[in-house]
């Protein structure tokens, strides 16, 4: 990602810190430690006041932020938390927000502890949604990289689509999924595949077990890929072999929600009103209570974040979010149907970005 990017985000938080008038804001979420300065490591935190933007972090990552965040200070911090004393000393901040979504009850008890044997006064503010509500909306730029992890997860499920067979494990099934995605250049599996075949299809977080795959029952396959930070999500209902008519009705009614909902899903609309064209089409057929989840989410950084796409989410949905919509029918049992796309507004309409083939009947 270009640099040019990261003053603008910042410039946005800092507005945020502005608002809530605090004298500095302590991000310690590693997506949005990323987001707001491009430093990729698994530890460090942010510290940013008006004036002043620094990465706090131990010997191990502190050549790469220097590297990774040309424009912030770099501090290196030990295992002993003074640093944060000497900090608000140096920098004379007294109301500091801190991520309440994120921050453990440990850490801020030794950063307390820390400024009052150092004889320092600070308020520490629990706040959220720093970044989280900024980081709905994506940019160009973030959006051609969500686009890129997409393109890699929808290849690497095409490829083993095709190769799946009767009697393969959905284990087996799972790492012929992650090795694809490794093959074309993503950095990992965005999250833990699940394929869930016959009656482990009716749990919608299904692990992969040792289950084998039986000629006629439907296989979920709920999965995605994380290129330069960015996730995709995938689900496809398949089945190897005749689908009988149960599933043929079942799947039809999950595909003609989720396609009303990708076709009437405006901009302006709330995450609840998207969530109700389809689950009114559901509990129209008589599934209301088999469709027991949220239709979507948003995704990016990481793979569930704003907005929010479900009977309670009052956030609106606007252009530059994507979000994924994703209805499903479990039935316990006998099994379940899920399809998931990831759409963007644009236009005040959905523009579908996931491209792998769904099942026909
Ligand atoms: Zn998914
Ligand atoms: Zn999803």
New binding site residues.
């Given amino acids: 990602m270009s640099n040019f990017l990261f003053p603008s985000r910042l410039k946005k938080l800092r507005s945020k810190i502005g608002n809530q008038e605090l004298d500095a804001i302590f991000i310690s979420n590693a997506e949005n430690r990323r987001y707001f300065s491009g430093f990729t490591s698994s530890a460090g935190y942010l510290l940013v006041t008006p004036d002043q933007a620094i990465i706090c972090t131990d010997f191990r990552y502190t050549e790469q932020a220097a590297q990774q965040a040309p424009d912030w200070r770099v501090e290196r911090i030990g295992g002993k938390p003074d640093w944060i004393a000497n900090l608000v000393k140096e920098l004379e901040i007294h109301k500091i927000g801190f991520e309440a979504d994120d921050m453990t009850v440990n850490t801020l008890e030794r950063f307390k502890k820390s400024l009052k044997e150092n004889n320092v006064y600070a308020e520490l503010h629990p706040t959220s949604d720093y970044g989280v509500d900024l980081r709905a909306y994506k940019d160009n730029n973030e959006l051609e990289l969500l686009e890129n992890a997409i393109d890699i997860g929808d290849q690497a499920f095409e490829e083993t689509a095709s190769q799946l067979k009767v009697g393969m494990t959905e284990k087996e099934a799972a790492w012929i999924f992650e090795q694809a995605v490794r093959v074309r250049g993503a950095e990992s599996i965005s999250f833990d595949t699940i394929v869930a075949v016959g009656p482990n299809a009716a749990r919608p977080h299904h692990e992969p077990s040792d289950s084998k795959i039986v000629e006629g029952q439907t296989i979920i396959f709920?999965c995605g890929a994380r290129f330069k930070g960015y996730c995709s999500?995938l689900?496809r209902t398949l089945v190897l072999g005749e689908a009988d008519d149960e599933i043929k009705r079942i799947y039809d009614i999950v595909l003609t929600a989720q396609l009303a909902a990708i076709e009437l899903v405006t901009s302006g609309m709330t995450g609840e009103d998207c969530d109700a064209i389809a689950r009114n089409i559901i509990s129209e057929a008589g599934h209301g209570n088999d469709f027991g989840h949220s239709l979507?989410?948003g995704?990016g950084l990481e793979?569930?974040e704003q907005p929010g796409v479900g009977p309670n989410s009052k956030g609106k949905l606007e252009n530059g979010m994507p979000f994924?919509i994703?209805p499903g029918i479990y039935i316990p049992g006998w099994g379940g149907v899920r399809i998931?796309d990831v759409v963007v507004l644009e236009n005040d309409k959905a523009r579908v970005l996931s491209h792998a083939r769904k099942m026909k009947f």
Avoid: P
Wanted: hydrophobic share 20%; proline share 0%; aromatic share 0%.
């Fill in positions: 709920d999500d689900t979507g989410h995704l793979v569930h994924t994703e998931e």
